[in-house]
T-cell receptor
Framework: AQSVTQLDSQVPVFEEAPVELRCNYSSSVSVYLFWYVQYPNQGLQLLLKYLSGSTLVKGINGFEAEFNKSQTSFHLRKPSVHISDTAEYFCAVISSGNTPLVFGKGTRLSVIA | DGGITQSPKYLFRKEGQNVTLSCEQNLNHDAMYWYRQDPGQGLRLIYYSQIVNDFQKGDIAEGYSVSREKKESFPLTVTSAQKNPTAFYLC???????????FGSGTRLTVV
């Protein structure tokens, strides 16, 4: 069964500093990878996704992620964070076909002024 | 506007009572999902349905039941058999194209 590991449960970072949220997935022949953001007491909003093609994926709010097949990783990055980026971030994976989305346990990003 | 409506947003129930959470969509998506979220646990799949009148158990289906009588609706019943029902419940739909999932705004269930 597919699984996702988010290596950091909490990441504090100062405003305007860069940030990387790490995500590793269990190997599979082909996977589709996603990052979602969740603000308190809300649903999930898609930040970006990798389906195929370029391994560097750009998303909303200035975030980007790089798919690395050899390291089975899909780390999320932002060069300069804002207070409004404070939220929980989830990495998720789906294998080809109709299997449901599998989530990591989340990383809480706290941006400090 | 197209989207997913989960109701109610907050729900309180006494221990031992069954409760049904509503999920309605007007996106015309075939597949619908229920996830449970607990602090530090991420989202765990309860049930999902890919077509009307068919559904499959997820990883934590015990103590829950669902129905899918209409494409637009996928209600989740939390039964008295669920040992620890207090959680945040999220409904999602999926379009067949590019695996995109859309999430509702969630229902926070508190059992007292």
């Amino acid at each position: 069964a597919q699984s996702v590991t988010q290596l950091d449960s909490q990441v504090p970072v100062f405003e305007e500093a860069p940030v990387e949220l790490r995500c590793n997935y269990s190997s599979s022949v082909s996977v589709y990878l996603f990052w979602y953001v969740q603000y308190p007491n809300q649903g999930l909003q898609l930040l970006l996704k990798y389906l195929s093609g370029s391994t560097l994926v750009k998303g909303i709010n200035g975030f980007e992620a790089e798919f690395n097949k050899s390291q089975t990783s899909f780390h999320l990055r932002k060069p300069s964070v804002h207070i409004s980026d404070t939220a929980e971030y989830f990495c998720a994976v789906i294998s080809s076909g109709n299997t449901p989305l599998v989530f990591g346990k989340g990383t809480r990003l706290s941006v400090i002024a | 506007d197209g989207g997913i409506t989960q109701s109610p947003k907050y729900l309180f129930r006494k221990e031992g009572q069954n409760v049904t959470l509503s999920c309605e969509q007007n996106l015309n998506h075939d597949a619908m999902y229920w996830y449970r979220q607990d602090p530090g646990q991420g989202l765990r799949l309860i049930y999902y349905s890919q077509i009307v009148n068919d559904f499959q158990k997820g990883d934590i289906a015990e103590g829950y039941s669902v129905s899918r009588e209409k494409k637009e609706s996928f209600p989740l019943t939390v039964t008295s058999a669920q040992k620890n029902p207090t959680a945040f419940y999220l409904c999602a739909t999926r379009t067949a194209a590019n695996y995109g999932y859309t999430f509702g705004s969630g229902t926070r269930l508190t059992v007292v």
